[in-house]
């Protein structure tokens, strides 16, 4: 099935160190959603990007949908111990529509150091 | 509270004994989905459902079923389970408008011996 490469796989930063990680496609993505995960809970979503170019923040996140559309990226600021967990990158193929299809990278493990 | 609920959280089972995973949701959601979590592999969507009796496979739909006779529920079903089948798993819904993502439950750890 189609793939989105999110990198890097893991990162282990000091508090108060800004973040960055992206996700990039082969194909052509209508919305790029990023996630994050808690130790033994679900996704929870950050934030939702819809246009190419668009830039979004929430709080210390900061999410860009690549003019391409085939890539996002997403950026913390000033992280904090709270901000440990994994992150996912996930896309809606053009060609699916607006389907129940969504696909997933595979992840970044952030852990940051007091 | 708006959520997704699984149960189990947690099920070990042996090869080849039919189990049932449920999954409700209570936000009036018209689209659901199951994924599984494996390490180094990201969430891989099995199946998904765009309304009741419309399901559709997702990436790695072998060896599962699902059936979305209401709207709320959506189960996922092994009919002979297998040890690769072991995995995390994480049922979702969410609304049709384009511009809403999945809301996830708190998973289910499954693990077939």
């Not at chain 1, 939702?48 to 949908?65: C, D, H, I, P």
């Not at chain 2, 439950?105 to 499954?110: A, F, K, P, V, Y």
């Amino acid at each position: 099935g189609q793939q989105l490469n999110q990198s890097p796989q893991s990162m282990f930063i000091q508090e108060g160190e800004d973040v960055s990680m992206n996700c990039t496609s082969s194909s052509i993505f209508n919305t790029w959603l990023w996630y994050k995960q808690d130790p033994g809970e679900g996704p929870v979503l950050l934030i939702a990007l819809y246009k190419a170019g668009e830039l979004t923040s929430n709080g210390r996140l900061t999410a860009q949908f690549g003019i391409t559309r085939k890539d996002s990226f997403l950026n913390i600021s000033a992280s904090i111990p709270s901000d440990v967990g994994i992150y996912f990158c996930a896309g809606r193929p053009v060609l699916t529509g607006n389907t129940g299809k969504l696909i997933f990278g595979q992840g970044t493990t952030l852990q940051v150091k007091p | 509270e708006a959520q997704v609920t699984q149960n189990p959280r947690y099920l070990i089972t042996v090869t080849g004994k039919k189990l049932t995973v449920t999954c409700s949701q209570n936000m009036n959601h018209e689209y659901m989905s199951w994924y599984r979590q494996d390490p180094g592999l990201g969430l891989r969507q099995i199946y998904y459902s765009m309304n009741v009796e419309v399901t559709d496979k997702g990436d790695v739909p072998e060896g599962y079923k699902v059936s979305r006779k209401e709207k709320r529920n959506f189960p996922l079903i092994l009919e002979s389970p297998s040890p690769n089948q072991t995995s995390l798993y994480f049922c979702a819904s969410r609304s049709p408008g384009a511009v809403s993502g999945y809301t996830f439950g708190s998973g289910t750890r499954l693990t077939v011996v």
